[in-house]
């Protein structure tokens, strides 16, 4: 029982590193399931950690500041969706710029918030399911922002794959060609797809503001967006992998700050790199298997839509 003890802490350390990838990777999926590239994940995370944060701050309300932060990751997600969408820009190079650009206005507008602290989400104890011996304290004592990421796997699933609108917002990213001609609305589908993306990496940064590290520093997303962006990849676009991936992820983070504190004579920038080395190889071994990225990826990803053809 003492291995079990000393095993939790470290699982709850896992799942607080995973709930912002996981939160940022499903809107991603949902977007790229519309056929839509939002290169710009990093950028929509940290504006919404800043505005989650700034909100919190200033009224005390850290339901309002998530709703806020939820709302900030949307509003660039809209400019996205305007400049690609409308005005046909290229997807890949406005989402590049997206993420400078949030990165950019995080720094200078949150300078006013460096070295103030918050007091973490409180968690939500859940009578006699807490009490669980192992599993209570993991799964039934968590924030609101987990247990949302909890739900948030399985709307999406059901979202995907057991409504009428799931099914156009799949048939839009497999062919807008084809949906186009038989009346389905491909531009409104992939700008609310687009639109819940940013509002879900605006949660995703939210939780590191308010819960993982309850405070606000610039680049606090130090490439998280980036690493979801690769979890869709790596999950096949199928939100249930992407739940096991995201939690892999987290681990390998978790992994390299008890190494770090067990003393193992590696130095810390090596183990720093672990989360984007791991990344890096997931890519390089998955794109190997190019029959496997086409049957799953989205044929349309990326191309832009004319309507007028």
Same mark, same amino acid.
């Given at each position: 029982? +003492?291995?079990?003890?000393?095993?939790?802490?470290?699982?709850?350390?896992?799942?607080?590193?995973?709930?912002?990838?996981?939160?940022?990777?499903?809107? /991603?999926?949902?977007? /790229?399931?519309?056929?839509?590239? +939002?290169? %710009?994940? /990093?950028?929509?995370?940290?504006?919404?950690?800043?505005?989650? &944060?700034?909100?919190?701050?200033?009224?005390?309300?850290?339901?309002?500041?998530?709703?806020?932060?939820?709302?900030?990751?949307?509003?660039?997600?809209?400019?996205? =969706?305007?400049?690609? $969408?409308?005005?046909?820009?290229?997807?890949?190079?406005?989402?590049?710029?997206?993420?400078?650009?949030?990165? %950019?206005?995080?720094?200078?507008?949150?300078?006013? &918030?460096?070295?103030?602290?918050?007091?973490?989400?409180?968690?939500?104890?859940?009578?006699?399911?807490?009490?669980?011996?192992?599993?209570?304290?993991?799964?039934?004592?968590?924030?609101?922002?987990?247990?949302?990421?909890?739900?948030?796997?399985? #709307?999406?699933?059901?979202?995907? +794959?057991?409504?009428? =609108?799931?099914?156009?917002?799949? #048939?839009?990213?497999?062919?807008?060609?084809?949906?186009?001609?038989?009346?389905?609305?491909?531009? $409104?589908?992939?700008?609310?797809?687009?639109?819940?993306? %940013? $509002?879900?990496?605006?949660?995703?940064?939210?939780?590191?503001?308010?819960?993982?590290?309850?405070?606000?520093?610039? +680049?606090?997303?130090?490439?998280?967006?980036?690493?979801?962006?690769?979890?869709?990849? &790596?999950?096949?676009?199928?939100?249930?992998?992407?739940?096991? %991936?995201?939690?892999?992820?987290?681990?390998?983070?978790?992994?390299?700050?008890?190494?770090?504190?067990?003393?193992?004579?590696?130095?810390?920038?090596?183990?720093?790199?672990?989360?984007?080395? =791991?990344?890096?190889?997931?890519?390089?071994?998955?794109?190997?298997?190019?029959?496997?990225?086409?049957?799953? #990826?989205?044929?349309? $990803?990326?191309?832009? &839509?004319?309507? #007028?053809?």
């Amino acid at each position: 029982m +003492n291995g079990l003890d000393q095993l939790t802490p470290i699982i709850l350390t896992v799942i607080t590193a995973s709930t912002p990838l996981l939160f940022a990777a499903l809107g /991603e999926l949902v977007t /790229e399931k519309s056929g839509v590239l +939002n290169l %710009g994940v /990093e950028g929509m995370m940290v504006i919404g950690a800043l505005a989650a &944060f700034a909100v919190t701050t200033q009224t005390g309300s850290a339901v309002l500041g998530m709703a806020v932060g939820a709302l900030a990751g949307a509003g660039l997600a809209l400019i996205f =969706a305007f400049l690609t $969408l409308t005005m046909l820009a290229n997807q890949v190079a406005t989402g590049l710029a997206l993420t400078i650009f949030g990165v %950019g206005l995080s720094a200078l507008a949150g300078t006013g &918030f460096v070295g103030i602290a918050l007091t973490p989400l409180q968690k939500l104890d859940i009578p006699v399911l807490s009490s669980i011996p192992v599993l209570g304290p993991l799964l039934f004592n968590q924030d609101v922002l987990v247990y949302l990421s909890f739900a948030m796997v399985f #709307a999406v699933y059901w979202f995907l +794959n057991a409504t009428r =609108a799931g099914l156009i917002l799949r #048939a839009v990213g497999v062919s807008h060609a084809s949906a186009h001609a038989i009346g389905l609305p491909v531009k $409104l589908t992939r700008y609310l797809a687009t639109l819940f993306g %940013g $509002l879900m990496a605006g949660l995703g940064g939210a939780y590191l503001s308010l819960s993982y590290t309850p405070m606000w520093a610039e +680049n606090m997303t130090a490439g998280r967006g980036w690493i979801a962006l690769a979890l869709v990849v &790596f999950s096949t676009w199928r939100p249930g992998r992407l739940l096991a %991936g995201a939690y892999l992820f987290g681990f390998i983070t978790v992994l390299q700050l008890h190494a770090q504190g067990a003393g193992f004579a590696v130095p810390s920038q090596v183990m720093s790199m672990l989360p984007y080395l =791991a990344t890096i190889l997931v890519l390089v071994l998955i794109s190997r298997d190019k029959i496997k990225i086409m049957q799953n #990826a989205p044929a349309s $990803l990326g191309k832009p &839509f004319h309507s #007028a053809k």
